[in-house]
C-alpha cells in the first residue's frame, strides 16, 4: 500500500513538474513571439550584428560614427569590448531609446580571469584538477557579470599539435579526452547553476571547428583533414560543450577541407544544429564573414552574407556584411526569411534567459561590481590553482625545495621584476584597476623569505635582443649566493592571437645567461615563463627547471609557495614538448607506422628522423614531485567483457617519499587491431590523488564500451571485439602498470 502511494505521488508529481516545465518552455516561446512578431525585417537584421565598442580590437575595425545612432533604431543587437558598468550602462540606455527597446548584450573575451588573472588556459589545463579550473571559470563569471557583462568568448575547445601555433596558450592542450573534460567543466564554471542568475555568464564554445589544427602553426591558416579526424580529434570537446548546455558558440576564421568555417554548413547546420541539436546561437569570429572573401570562396560581401547565413552563423560580429545585405537577400529571394527569424529568435531567447527584458540593467549595478573585484577570496583560489599549475620538469638531486633559511639567493632575469607580463595574453584592462595589479616574482619571494636570508637582484639581459651588459653584475651576484634563480622566456604577448612563431626556442640572449651562471659552480633554478612549449638548449644543463607558463595575478606567491615546498607541484604537461621545432607536429596518441622506430641510433629504414630523436623532449603527462610515488597492485575484475559490461580496475599508490603530495595517475589504452588503426595509447582516464608522506590509497578506475570506441570507416561509433592492452602511469611513457582485457562478442 504504502509502495503504491509513493509510486502513485512520484508519478503525479512528475506529471505536474512536466507540466509547469511546459508551461514554462511555452512561456519562454510566446515571450520570444511578443516581441519578435513586432519587429521589422531591419529591426530583425539588427540583432544579427555585434559591434566593437573601442577596446582590444583584434581584427580590421570600421571607424563607425553612426554607431550610437544605430542602436538607437535598434540595429544592433550586441556589442563586444565594453568595459564596467557606468560605460555598458550607458550603451544600455541608448538601446532602451530604440522603438523596441530590445536590449543590447556584452561580450568579452573573459578568457583566463577578469580582474582577478588566473593562469592561461594551458596552464591551468597542466593542474589537470577539474574542480580548480571549474572555480577559477566561476570566479571569472562572477567579477565579469557583477560588470555588466552577460557573455564571455571562452573556453576555447580547440584541440592543439602544435606549439609555433601562437593560440596553444587558450586551450587545453593535445589530448580530446582532457580536452573534453575541461570544456565541460569550464562552461559550467562560466554559466554557473543557470542563465539569468546575476553571476552567470554566457559561455562560447569556440573555434567551430579544427582552428587548432592550422597549417605550419600559422593563425589563420587553412586546415585540410579526414573526416575521421574531425569526428575523433577535433569535435568531441565541441560534443561535450553542447552536452554541458553551453548557451553559444564560435565559428572559426580557417577553411576546413577547402570550405571557410563560418560558411560551412556541413559543421554548423548538419552537425551543430542537426545532429547535435544546439539550441543557442552561432557567433562568427571577428570579421570572418567578410573574410570568406579573401579566402576565394564567395566573389563579393553580398555572397558572404548568403553564405554565413545560409550555414548557420546566426550573429555577424564586426564584418557588417549582415546590415549591408541580409536585406537585399531576401528581397532578392536569395534566402528565405525563416533563416533569419530562426537566428533571431535563438538570439532573443538568450537575451530573456539572461533576464535583460525584465531589467536591461540588472548586471550594472556599481555597488555590486565593486564588491566582487574587491572579493579578499579571489586571490587567495588565483594563489592556489597557479601554484597546481606549474610543472616541476627537472630537480637535480633535489636541489627544490629551497630552505626558507638559505642564507643568499640570487633572483636574475628579466622577468623577475615584470609585472604584466605575468598575466599573460588575454588579460583585460579593467576599468579604474591597475593594469599593474600583479604580485610579481620579486614580491613572491620577498613575501616568503625569512629574515635570514638575503635576496640579491640583477636583470641579466632583456627577453629579446642580443645585449648582454648585464651578464657581468649577474654573474657577480651570483658569486655571492648559495643558489641562483633564474627567471627567463617569453613576453606574453609573444604567445596568443596572431602570434604563430617558426623558432620556439627561448628568445635572445637568455639561455647565455643561463651557460655564464652555470659556469660560476652555483646551484640554478631555471623558471620558464611562457604561453606555449618553449624549445631548450641550455636549459637542459640547469639543475632545476619549473614551467610556470603565465601564471595570473598571484603568479609571485605561487612560484614562491612551490620554490619552498608550500606547494608540492603536481601539474603534468597537457601538451607536448619537442625537443626541435623539426618534429613538429609531435603528439603522444600517433598511429604506429609499418617501420616504427626502436631507438634513436637505428636509422635504418624505419620512421625515423637521420638528425634528430624521434621522442620529445617532455611527453604529455609529465611532470615531477618532490615525492615520489609507487604503483602497485592492479587488478581487473575481469579479463573478458561483453559490449554492455565493464571491467573494474583497481590499484594501489603509495606516497613513498618524504613530502606529502599530489599524483595524476593517467590511465591510457590501446586497441591492439583494429579496422581502422588505433593511437599506440589514448588517455582514458585519470584521476588526481593526494597523498601524505608514506601514506597509500587505493584507486579504481572503470572501463566500458564508451572508452573503447572509435569511429570506423562509416564514421560509426563503435567498438569492435579484440585485445585491447591497458597501462596505468605517471606520464603517457612513464607506464607504471599494465595489463590486458578483450571485448568479445
Ligand atoms: C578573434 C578571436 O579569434 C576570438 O577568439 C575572439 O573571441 C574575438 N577575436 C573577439 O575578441
Same mark, same amino acid.
Given at each position: 500500500?504504502?509502495?503504491?502511494?509513493?509510486?502513485?505521488?512520484?508519478?503525479?508529481?512528475?506529471?505536474?513538474?512536466?507540466?509547469?516545465?511546459?508551461?514554462?518552455?511555452?512561456?519562454?516561446?510566446?515571450?520570444?513571439?511578443?516581441?519578435?512578431?513586432?519587429?521589422?525585417?531591419?529591426?530583425?537584421?539588427?540583432?544579427?550584428?555585434?559591434?566593437?565598442?573601442?577596446?582590444?580590437?583584434?581584427?580590421?575595425?570600421?571607424?563607425?560614427?553612426?554607431?550610437?545612432?544605430?542602436?538607437?533604431?535598434?540595429?544592433?543587437?550586441?556589442?563586444?569590448?565594453?568595459?564596467?558598468?557606468?560605460?555598458?550602462?550607458?550603451?544600455?540606455?541608448?538601446?532602451?531609446?530604440?522603438?523596441?527597446?530590445?536590449?543590447?548584450?556584452?561580450?568579452?573575451?573573459?578568457?583566463?580571469?577578469?580582474?582577478?588573472?588566473?593562469?592561461?588556459?594551458?596552464?591551468e589545463?597542466?593542474?589537470?584538477?577539474?574542480?580548480?579550473?571549474?572555480?577559477?571559470?566561476?570566479?571569472?563569471?562572477?567579477?565579469?557579470?557583477?560588470?555588466?557583462?552577460?557573455?564571455?568568448?571562452?573556453?576555447?575547445?580547440?584541440?592543439?599539435?602544435? &606549439?609555433?601555433?601562437?593560440?596553444?596558450?587558450?586551450g587545453?592542450?593535445?589530448d580530446?579526452?582532457?580536452?573534453?573534460?575541461?570544456?565541460?567543466?569550464r562552461?559550467?564554471?562560466?554559466?554557473?547553476?543557470?542563465?539569468?542568475?546575476?553571476?552567470?555568464?554566457?559561455?562560447?564554445?569556440?573555434?567551430?571547428?579544427?582552428?587548432?589544427?592550422?597549417?605550419?602553426?600559422?593563425?589563420?591558416?587553412?586546415?585540410?583533414?579526414?573526416?575521421?579526424?574531425?569526428?575523433?580529434?577535433?569535435?568531441?570537446?565541441?560534443?561535450?560543450?553542447?552536452?554541458?548546455?553551453?548557451?553559444?558558440?564560435?565559428?572559426?576564421?580557417?577553411?576546413?577541407?577547402?570550405?571557410?568555417?563560418?560558411?560551412?554548413?556541413?559543421?554548423?547546420?548538419?552537425?551543430?544544429?542537426?545532429?547535435?541539436?544546439?539550441?543557442?546561437?552561432?557567433?562568427?569570429?571577428?570579421?570572418?564573414?567578410?573574410?570568406?572573401?579573401?579566402?576565394?570562396?564567395?566573389?563579393?560581401?553580398?555572397?558572404?552574407?548568403?553564405?554565413?547565413?545560409?550555414?548557420?552563423?546566426?550573429?555577424?560580429m564586426?564584418?557588417?556584411?549582415?546590415?549591408?545585405?541580409?536585406?537585399?537577400?531576401?528581397?532578392?529571394?536569395?534566402?528565405?526569411?525563416?533563416?533569419i527569424?530562426?537566428?533571431?529568435?535563438?538570439?532573443?531567447?538568450?537575451?530573456f534567459?539572461?533576464?535583460?527584458?525584465?531589467?536591461?540593467?540588472?548586471?550594472?549595478n556599481?555597488e555590486?561590481?565593486?564588491?566582487?573585484?574587491?572579493?579578499?577570496?579571489?586571490?587567495?583560489?588565483?594563489?592556489?590553482?597557479?601554484?597546481?599549475?606549474?610543472?616541476?620538469?627537472?630537480?637535480?638531486?633535489?636541489?627544490? &625545495?629551497?630552505?626558507?633559511?638559505?642564507?643568499?639567493?640570487?633572483?636574475?632575469?628579466?622577468?623577475?621584476?615584470?609585472?604584466?607580463?605575468?598575466?599573460?595574453?588575454?588579460?583585460v584592462?579593467?576599468?579604474?584597476?591597475?593594469?599593474?595589479?600583479?604580485?610579481?616574482?620579486?614580491?613572491?619571494?620577498?613575501?616568503?623569505?625569512?629574515?635570514?636570508?638575503?635576496?640579491?637582484?640583477?636583470?641579466?639581459?632583456?627577453?629579446?635582443?642580443?645585449?648582454?651588459?648585464?651578464?657581468?653584475?649577474?654573474?657577480?651576484?651570483?658569486?655571492?649566493s648559495?643558489?641562483?634563480?633564474?627567471?627567463?622566456?617569453?613576453?606574453?604577448?609573444?604567445?596568443?592571437?596572431?602570434?604563430?612563431?617558426?623558432?620556439?626556442?627561448?628568445?635572445?640572449?637568455?639561455?647565455?645567461?643561463?651557460?655564464v651562471?652555470?659556469?660560476?659552480?652555483?646551484?640554478?633554478?631555471?623558471?620558464?615563463?611562457?604561453?606555449?612549449?618553449?624549445?631548450?638548449t641550455?636549459?637542459?644543463d640547469?639543475?632545476?627547471?619549473?614551467?610556470?607558463?603565465?601564471?595570473?595575478?598571484?603568479?609571485?606567491?605561487?612560484?614562491?609557495?612551490?620554490?619552498?615546498?608550500?606547494?608540492? &607541484?603536481?601539474?603534468?604537461?597537457?601538451?607536448?614538448?619537442?625537443?626541435?621545432?623539426?618534429?613538429?607536429?609531435?603528439?603522444?596518441?600517433?598511429f604506429?607506422?609499418?617501420r &616504427?622506430?626502436?631507438?634513436?641510433?637505428?636509422?635504418?629504414?624505419?620512421?625515423?628522423?637521420?638528425?634528430?630523436?624521434?621522442?620529445?623532449?617532455?611527453?604529455?603527462?609529465?611532470?615531477?614531485?618532490?615525492?615520489?610515488?609507487?604503483?602497485?597492485?592492479?587488478?581487473?575484475?575481469?579479463?573478458?567483457?561483453?559490449?554492455?559490461?565493464?571491467?573494474?580496475?583497481?590499484?594501489?599508490?603509495?606516497?613513498?617519499?618524504?613530502?606529502?603530495?599530489?599524483?595524476?595517475?593517467?590511465?591510457?589504452?590501446?586497441?591492439?587491431?583494429?579496422?581502422?588503426?588505433?593511437p599506440?595509447?589514448?588517455?582514458?582516464?585519470?584521476?588526481?590523488?593526494?597523498?601524505?608522506?608514506?601514506?597509500?590509497?587505493?584507486i579504481?578506475?572503470?572501463?566500458?564500451?564508451?572508452?573503447?570506441?572509435?569511429?570506423?570507416?562509416?564514421?560509426?561509433?563503435?567498438?569492435?571485439?579484440?585485445?585491447?592492452?591497458?597501462?596505468?602511469?605517471?606520464?603517457?611513457?612513464?607506464?607504471?602498470?599494465?595489463?590486458?582485457?578483450?571485448?568479445?562478442?
Amino acid at each position: 500500500m504504502m509502495k503504491f502511494n509513493l509510486i502513485s505521488f512520484v508519478l503525479c508529481f512528475s506529471i505536474v513538474s512536466l507540466n509547469i516545465v511546459a508551461a514554462q518552455k511555452k512561456t519562454i516561446n510566446e515571450k520570444i513571439d511578443s516581441v519578435f512578431r513586432l519587429m521589422t525585417l531591419e529591426e530583425k537584421i539588427g540583432q544579427l550584428n555585434q559591434y566593437n565598442d573601442d577596446w582590444r580590437a583584434t581584427g580590421p575595425t570600421t571607424v563607425d560614427n553612426d554607431k550610437v545612432n544605430q542602436i538607437r533604431k535598434g540595429q544592433v543587437g550586441s556589442l563586444l569590448n565594453s568595459l564596467g558598468t557606468e560605460r555598458i550602462k550607458s550603451w544600455q540606455n541608448i538601446a532602451m531609446e530604440s522603438r523596441l527597446k530590445i536590449p543590447l548584450l556584452f561580450g568579452q573575451d573573459v578568457v583566463h580571469g577578469y580582474k582577478t588573472t588566473f593562469p592561461i588556459p594551458l596552464a591551468e589545463a597542466a593542474s589537470w584538477d577539474l574542480e580548480a579550473m571549474e572555480l577559477s571559470a566561476r570566479i571569472a563569471a562572477i567579477e565579469a557579470s557583477a560588470a555588466g557583462i552577460n557573455w564571455t568568448f571562452a573556453p576555447m575547445v580547440d584541440i592543439t599539435r602544435d &606549439p609555433r601555433w601562437g593560440r596553444v596558450m587558450e586551450g587545453a592542450g593535445e589530448d580530446t579526452y582532457l580536452g573534453s573534460k575541461i570544456a565541460y567543466t569550464r562552461i559550467k564554471g562560466f554559466q554557473g547553476k543557470k542563465l539569468g542568475e546575476l553571476n552567470s555568464l554566457m559561455a562560447c564554445a569556440k573555434h567551430f571547428a579544427a582552428y587548432g589544427a592550422a597549417i605550419g602553426g600559422r593563425d589563420y591558416n587553412s586546415v585540410d583533414m579526414s573526416d575521421r579526424m574531425l569526428w575523433e580529434t577535433y569535435l568531441p570537446p565541441f560534443k561535450t560543450a553542447v552536452d554541458a548546455g553551453v548557451a553559444t558558440f564560435m565559428n572559426a576564421f580557417n577553411d576546413i577541407n577547402g570550405v571557410p568555417a563560418t560558411g560551412n554548413k556541413y559543421l554548423q547546420r548538419d552537425i551543430l544544429k542537426g545532429k547535435w541539436a544546439f539550441k543557442g546561437f552561432v557567433v562568427s569570429d571577428w570579421g570572418s564573414i567578410g573574410e570568406m572573401v579573401n579566402h576565394g570562396n564567395v566573389k563579393n560581401d553580398y555572397e558572404a552574407a548568403l553564405s554565413a547565413i545560409t550555414a548557420g552563423s546566426d550573429m555577424d560580429m564586426e564584418s557588417r556584411n549582415y546590415k549591408n545585405n541580409l536585406a537585399k537577400l531576401v528581397k532578392d529571394k536569395k534566402i528565405p526569411i525563416a533563416l533569419i527569424d530562426d537566428a533571431v529568435k535563438r538570439i532573443l531567447k538568450k537575451k530573456f534567459e539572461l533576464g535583460l527584458f525584465d531589467d536591461p540593467f540588472r548586471y550594472c549595478n556599481a555597488e555590486r561590481e565593486q564588491a566582487a573585484l574587491n572579493n579578499p577570496d579571489h586571490p587567495k583560489v588565483a594563489r592556489a590553482i597557479a601554484a597546481k599549475s606549474i610543472v616541476l620538469l627537472k630537480n637535480q638531486d633535489q636541489l627544490l &625545495p629551497l630552505s626558507k633559511n638559505t642564507k643568499t639567493i640570487a633572483f636574475i632575469g628579466p622577468l623577475v621584476k615584470s609585472l604584466r607580463q605575468n598575466k599573460g595574453f588575454w588579460d583585460v584592462d579593467v576599468p579604474g584597476v591597475d593594469s599593474n595589479f600583479i604580485v610579481s616574482q620579486w614580491e613572491g619571494l620577498q613575501n616568503k623569505i625569512s629574515g635570514n636570508t638575503t635576496l640579491l637582484y640583477a636583470k641579466g639581459c632583456d627577453i629579446e635582443g642580443n645585449n648582454t651588459e648585464g651578464f657581468t653584475e649577474a654573474v657577480e651576484i651570483a658569486k655571492q649566493s648559495d643558489v641562483v634563480i633564474l627567471s627567463i622566456g617569453e613576453r606574453r604577448d609573444m604567445s596568443g592571437e596572431a602570434k604563430s612563431r617558426s623558432n620556439i626556442n627561448i628568445p635572445g640572449v637568455q639561455e647565455d645567461l643561463l651557460k655564464v651562471l652555470l659556469a660560476t659552480g652555483k646551484p640554478v633554478v631555471v623558471l620558464i615563463n611562457a604561453g606555449r612549449p618553449l624549445v631548450f638548449t641550455t636549459v637542459n644543463d640547469a639543475h632545476a627547471i619549473l614551467y610556470t607558463w603565465w601564471l595570473g595575478s598571484e603568479a609571485g606567491n605561487a612560484i614562491a609557495d612551490v620554490l619552498f615546498g608550500d606547494y608540492n &607541484p603536481s601539474a603534468k604537461l597537457p601538451i607536448t614538448f619537442p625537443l626541435s621545432v623539426g618534429q613538429i607536429p609531435i603528439y603522444y596518441n600517433h598511429f604506429n607506422t609499418g617501420r &616504427p622506430a626502436k631507438n634513436d641510433n637505428n636509422h635504418n629504414y624505419n620512421s625515423s628522423y637521420t638528425d634528430l630523436s624521434i621522442y620529445p623532449k617532455y611527453e604529455f603527462g609529465f611532470g615531477l614531485s618532490y615525492t615520489t610515488f609507487e604503483y602497485s597492485d592492479i587488478h581487473l575484475s575481469k579479463k573478458k567483457m561483453k559490449i554492455n559490461e565493464k571491467i573494474e580496475v583497481s590499484l594501489t599508490i603509495a606516497n613513498t617519499g618524504k613530502y606529502n603530495g599530489e599524483e595524476i595517475v593517467q590511465l591510457y589504452i590501446r586497441d591492439k587491431v583494429g579496422s581502422i588503426i588505433r593511437p599506440v595509447k589514448e588517455l582514458k582516464d585519470f584521476t588526481k590523488i593526494k597523498l601524505n608522506a608514506g601514506e597509500s590509497k587505493p584507486i579504481k578506475f572503470y572501463i566500458d564500451k564508451e572508452k573503447i570506441s572509435f569511429y570506423n570507416q562509416k564514421l560509426q561509433w563503435q567498438a569492435e571485439p579484440g585485445e585491447f592492452e591497458l597501462m596505468i602511469g605517471a606520464s603517457s611513457s612513464d607506464i607504471r602498470l599494465r595489463g590486458e582485457f578483450e571485448l568479445i562478442r
